[in-house]
């Protein structure tokens, strides 16, 4: 799942980053309410963090203007204001929730994982299944043939990933893109190393293969074997 922040504090921005990558998360994170707009606009958020307090449009203006525009993205305000008027005109702009600085990042990730529960857009689902393989979303779960597999958070996100576009081979400095928030140009140990821990997780001990590789391009997941891949 992927996240937008707008956050015009450097370090808040950066911590709040690192712990929704670590918890699983893609992320996107902007410092202005400008960019943010541009970001929330041209891509497919499943959440928006934002703050009230940005220079140039405010965390208001930026939800209105989504709003206007039909874009639903599911949205906590993240924010120094604590008055009942400031929440109260957040959740009639359209806003899920409001937490107030400091937070608890336990607390933040509950919230937002309570939002995302929702589905209130229709389109989501709470779980993915694929053969006998099958991720719960909201209580991160993945289980096969019934069994329960022990993953990391990266992990975790990698395997969504794979399931949420089953039969597309995905390169693998896609993958580090989309897992790691990172680019790479020649180096991409570290998803073949994820990648074959995760394999060894999801088809040992099964006859169907469900992870394979295509050579020269990168990693499908599919339960429709193909002898072209290994």
């Known amino acids: 799942m992927k996240i937008l922040i707008v956050e015009d504090e450097r370090k808040t921005g950066e911590y709040l980053k690192q712990g929704l990558n ?40 930026l939800l209105s203007s989504l709003r206007k525009r039909g874009i639903n993205t599911p949205t906590l305000f993240l924010t120094a204001r604590d008055q009942v008027e400031d929440r109260v005109k957040g959740l009639e702009l359209g ?29 989501e689902t709470s779980a993915i299944r694929i053969a006998d393989l099958e991720l719960d979303l909201l209580r991160r779960v993945a289980r096969r043939g019934g069994k329960r597999i022990e993953l990391t958070a990266k992990e975790f996100g990698l395997l969504e990933l794979l399931m949420r576009r089953e039969g597309e081979t995905l390169p693998k400095t896609l993958i580090a893109s ?14 073949e190393v994820a990648m074959r821990r995760l394999r060894a997780k999801i088809d040992d ?26």
């Open 22 to 61: 670590e918890a699983g998360f893609s992320i996107d994170l902007a410092d202005n309410g400008d960019d943010g707009l541009y970001l929330a606009e041209n891509n497919h958020y499943d959440l928006a963090i934002l703050d009230v307090m940005l220079p140039g449009m405010n965390g208001w203006q």
């Open 95 to 123: 806003a899920d929730d409001y937490l107030i600085k400091p937070f608890s990042f336990a607390e933040l990730l509950a919230r937002a994982r309570t939002i995302l529960r929702r589905d209130r857009r229709g389109g």
């Open 178 to 191: 989309l897992v790691w928030d990172i680019n790479f140009n020649s180096d991409v140990n570290i998803v």
């Open 205 to 230: 001990g099964f006859n169907q293969k469900l992870i394979k590789t295509v050579r020269g391009m990168g990693y499908v997941l599919e339960a429709t074997p193909d002898d072209k891949t290994a």
